[in-house]
C-alpha cells in the first residue's frame, strides 16, 4: 500500500490549519511543517517570534536544501499505519518533490485574500504572527521567495477561503472524502 500524502499548501492566514483540523475529525493523521521549525527553534533557545522563526526556516533551507523541512519528516511518516496522511504547510516544489520520492502527493491549495488573511492572523495570537501590516507584507515577500505561489499554482485542488468557518470546513470537508474515497 503507497501512502498518498494530502500536502495542504496557502499563504498564512487562509486557514491551513483549520482544514487540518478537519483532517483530524475525519481520522487523519496531520503534521505541520512549520512544527519542524518551531521545534528547532526550541532545541536551539530561539524565542519564538516571527522574525525570528522566519529567520531560521531561511537559514535551515540554505544550510541543508529547500526541500529540508519536508525531508525531516519523512522518517516520521514512514511510520504512520494510515494510507492516507496529511502534511501542512508545503511552502516549496522540492518540499513537493522530497516527498514525492516515496509517496504519491495531492496538493490541496487554499486561497484567501490579504485583507482577510491579516485579519485572522491578527487574531489568532500565535507568537509568530504579525503585529502590524508592515510584519504580514515582510512574511507574505518571505513565503514567496521560498517558493510558496509555485507550489499554490501547481495545486491539484484549490479551495476558496473567503467565508464562514462553516462554509469552509464543509469545503474542505467534501475536498478531503472526495480524495480518500
Known amino acids: ?7 495542504i499548501t496557502g499563504m498564512p492566514g487562509t486557514g491551513k490549519a483549520l482544514a487540518s483540523n478537519v483532517a483530524r475529525e475525519l481520522g487523519l493523521p496531520v503534521y ?10 526550541k532545541v536551539k533557545g530561539i524565542l519564538p517570534t516571527g522574525e525570528n522563526l522566519g529567520k531560521l526556516m531561511l537559514e535551515i533551507r540554505k ?7 519536508a525531508r525531516k519528516l519523512i522518517p516520521i511518516i514512514k511510520k504512520e499505519r ?16 522530497e516527498l514525492r520520492n516515496f509517496y504519491k502527493v495531492v496538493i490541496l491549495g487554499i486561497h484567501s485574500s ?4 491579516f485579519q485572522r492572523l491578527s487574531k489568532r495570537g500565535r507568537s ?18 521560498i517558493g510558496i505561489g509555485n507550489v ?15 462554509k469552509f470546513t464543509n469545503r474542505i470537508n467534501g475536498h478531503l472524502k472526495n480524495i480518500i474515497s
Do not use: H, Y
Open 82 to 97: 494510515n494510507k492516507f496522511v496529511i502534511v501542512e504547510g508545503i511552502r516549496s516544489l522540492e518540499e513537493v518533490k
Open 1 to 7: 500500500m503507497k501512502k498518498v500524502i494530502i500536502a
Open 63 to 69: 544550510k541543508e536544501g529547500k526541500g529540508v523541512v
Open 152 to 166: 499554490i499554482a501547481l495545486s491539484d485542488f484549490m479551495i476558496l477561503n473567503d467565508s464562514t468557518i462553516d
Open 128 to 145: 509568530d504572527d504579525p503585529k502590524n501590516w508592515n510584519d504580514f507584507r515582510e512574511r507574505d515577500e518571505r513565503e514567496l521567495k
Open 114 to 117: 490579504p485583507i482577510q488573511r
Open 32 to 41: 505541520v511543517l512549520g512544527d519542524v521549525i518551531r521545534n528547532e527553534a
